[in-house]
Each structure stands twice: as C-alpha cells, then as structure tokens.
C-alpha cells in the first residue's frame, strides 16, 4: 500500500483579481492566498505521511518578480525534504523552462522533469514508475504523449502532463492529445494539469485534473485543492483535498416579485447564507447578482451605489465568516424596462442603448474601445488595482446594466418632476 498527492496549477504569488469593495488590509491578506494553500499542500503532505508528492505543472504563475517568490517555494521544499517526502514535478506553460530567468537550485528530494525529453523515475520499493516531461517553452503545440515510453510492467505508472487534452473550453489548447493516445501507454494514472477546474476524466486508467490549489478569481469558484490517491494492490481511491484559503462564489438572488429595498436585503442575506453553506469557516469572495423582474425595478435604480453598498452589507452581514465583494451585478431582467419613460426624448435614447445591446458589431468596438482604456489604467496602476480585461460579454453585461440605470434614473426624475 502507498499514498500520493497529486496537485497542480499552484501559480504561486499569483494575484487575487478583481475585488472592489474590499480596503486595502484585505487585499494584503488575500494576496498571499496562493502561499499559504502551498503552505497547506505541505502540511497535508506531511500529515497524511504520503510517499511522494506530484505536481504536473504551473508551480509558477511566470516569471519571478524576484527571488522571494522561489525562496518560498524551496522552503516548502525542504520541509518535505526533511520529512523524506519526494516530489515529482513537471513545467507547464505558465512556468516553461524559456519563460523562468531566474532560478535557485531546489533540495535533492526534487525532481524536475526534462523538458527535452520524457524521463521516467522508478521508485523500486513501491514498484511505482513515474514519467514526464517538462514544457520547454509557453507553447507547446505537439503531442508530447506520443514520446513517452511504454508502461513498466508490473509496476503502478504514472504518466504526469501538463495538456489540454483535446480542446477545453475557455483554456489554450497546450501539449494536445486524445484520450486514446492516453490510454495506449497502458498507464495506470495519468496526473493531469492545465485546466484548473478539479474533473476526474476517466477512472480506467485514472486520468485527473486535480484543478488549481487556490482560485484566483470568480471563473475560478468552488472548493480548490489536490487529490490524494490511495493504491492498495488493485485498489485505487481518489479523495478531493481542499487547499484554499478563501474561495470564491457566485451568488444569484432572486428578486423576483420584490417590492422594495428593504425587501431585496433579506432576499440577499437568504441567497448569500444558502450558498455559503457548504463552506463554512473559509472566508469567502463573492459576485453577487439580482435576477428576475421587479416592478420595484425603477426604484431599485435610482441610486445604484447606495443599493450596491447596501447589498455587500446584507452579504457580510448574512455569514460568519469575512465576505470580500468582487462584485454586484444589478440588472435584472424587466420585460418591460423600456416601458417606464414616459414618451419623449428617453424613448429614443432607451432605443438607441437596446440598439447597442443587440449590437454584435457595435459590442466589439466598445469591447476594443474598453480594452485600449484598460490597457491605459494598467500603465498607471500596480498590477492588483486594475480592473480585468474588458471582452464582448462584458460589454454585454456593461450596455445591459447602462440601459437600467439609465431608464431607472430618467424614470426617477420623471416621478420627481410629477410631484
Ligand atoms: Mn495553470
């Protein structure tokens, strides 16, 4: 019997991107996120006294922005080292060998994987034989599996890669290759990385992405951490090992049939507690959004800071544990937005923003317009301050949300002008 943890995607000193209500205190706590789930992958490690640990790439988010990055790392290298755990590493894409400038020289019980050719490691008193290869540069556009050797018979292999497999949505089609080509080395697990959502992708042989150890951002949401294999003869267990140290979430609320204000905050305060329950004690970053159509909609939208502020509250009020906002998502569907102008010059300015929102081609200029401004913002800002980059879906969303308030106010004055 024997026990490894296979991880992945470790990014380390990558930035938490995208929280906006939160102060700067915060922001330094959470920006060491990737460190410390680093430092709770050794300590399980350690704890579940496994034999050897794998990581199948992207230890590095890229280059170093200095040595401190690299000291960290070896640190948790040699607390391994001391506890005469091996660890079996590959380069992916984000940490290649042309990308990384600086390096320092790692403790004996690391082993790194060439990147010019697939090495095998056989660990002859657990009968367990380990291959892989490093990525030489960022993109690695051949099938790398067609170069590993044949299983060693007997033995328990393990085949670490950093790949896309056939294509993944929303991730660079790196190292590619077909589940076939997987299955022909007669493997018995193939120790995945590059897709940073956790997915068992077979079962005969193992083949497992044990998604990133920490999520960086709302794409990323979810429980984050390794798998620990267990291989007891022909027996092998999988179990899912939370590393995060906060995690995000997306919460959808329902506002549905809501009349006012003081009825939204409840409604979000239910929404954020039913989804943070199967969570609990991890601080948690959030993207809150209000769903359905409300005939409180003109109201909702006449100060949308004050309701957004108002929201983030109800958020941190409704769990026990901190609560940091990435965002507030305030457009809810009415069909009948349009609707509350009264008839005059809001009408065709309504008609002109529901124009843009049915405007591919108009959408990808404001996208390009957006882009350049953000490109701007990233010259003048330290790197955790800026804002994401703008694409079509968030144009989308923006002309969306543009066209809600902007009736939401006109309405307002409407009603004001009335009275
Ligand atoms: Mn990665």
């Not at 051949?142 to 056939?166: C, D, K, M, R, S």
């Not at 990133?212 to 990323?220: F, K």
């Not at 027996?235 to 009349?259: G, H, N, P, Y």
């Not at 330290?382 to 804002?387: I, L, M, R, S, Y």
Request: aromatic share 6%.
């Amino acid at each position: 019997m024997f026990r490894f943890i296979h991880c992945a995607d470790i990014h380390l000193d990558s930035p938490m991107r995208g929280l906006r209500f939160v102060d700067d205190s915060v922001i330094d706590s959470v920006r060491g996120a990737t460190r410390r789930a680093l430092e709770n992958l050794v300590e399980l490690c350690i704890q579940e006294k496994v034999d050897f640990l794998v990581i199948a790439g992207d230890v590095f988010d890229g280059d170093w922005e200095d040595y401190t990055t690299g000291l960290f790392f070896n640190r948790c290298m040699q607390k391994l080292d001391a506890a005469d755990i091996p660890v079996y590493l590959i380069r992916g894409n984000h940490d290649a060998a042309s990308v990384l400038t600086r390096h320092l020289t790692l403790p004996g019980n690391v082993r790194v994987f060439s990147e010019r050719h697939p090495e095998t490691v056989r660990i002859d008193a657990l009968q367990v034989a380990v291959h892989g290869q490093s990525f030489a540069v960022r993109d690695v556009t051949e099938n790398l599996v067609l170069g590993y050797p044949q299983a060693v018979p007997g033995y328990f292999n393990i085949g670490i890669l950093h790949t896309g497999l056939a294509g993944r949505e929303g991730h660079a089609r790196y190292a590619p290759c077909q589940l076939d080509d997987l299955r022909a080395l007669g493997y018995n697990y193939w120790a995945l990385g590059h897709i940073h959502q956790p997915e068992i992708v077979l079962s005969e042989p193992w083949v497992v992405y044990p998604g990133n150890v920490q999520g960086r951002h709302i794409r990323e949401a979810g429980e984050r951490g390794c798998v620990l294999v267990t291989v007891d003869g022909s027996d092998v267990t999988l179990e899912q090992k939370a590393l995060d140290v906060v995690r995000w979430l997306e919460v959808s609320c329902d506002i549905e049939d809501v009349l006012t204000l003081g009825d939204v905050l409840p409604t979000v305060k239910s929404a954020v507690a039913q989804a943070a329950a199967p969570h609990p004690g991890i601080p948690l970053c959030m993207r809150i959004g209000l769903k359905g159509s409300t005939p409180a909609h003109q109201f909702l939208y006449q100060d949308v800071e004050q309701l957004t502020h108002e929201i983030v509250n109800a958020a941190q009020w409704a769990v026990s544990q901190p609560v940091y906002v990435e965002r507030v998502a305030v457009a809810p569907n009415h069909a009948g937005a349009a609707s509350f102008c009264a008839v005059g010059p809001s009408d065709s300015l309504t008609g002109v923003l529901q124009g843009v929102a049915e405007d591919r081609t108009l959408q990808t200029a404001l996208a390009e317009q957006l882009s350049s401004w953000h490109r701007l913002l990233l010259g003048r800002m330290q790197e955790q301050d800026a804002p994401s980059p703008v694409d079509a879906t968030d144009t989308r969303e923006l002309v969306r949300q543009a066209l809600m308030e902007v009736t939401a106010r006109l309405q307002g004055g409407a009603t004001r002008g009335d009275t």
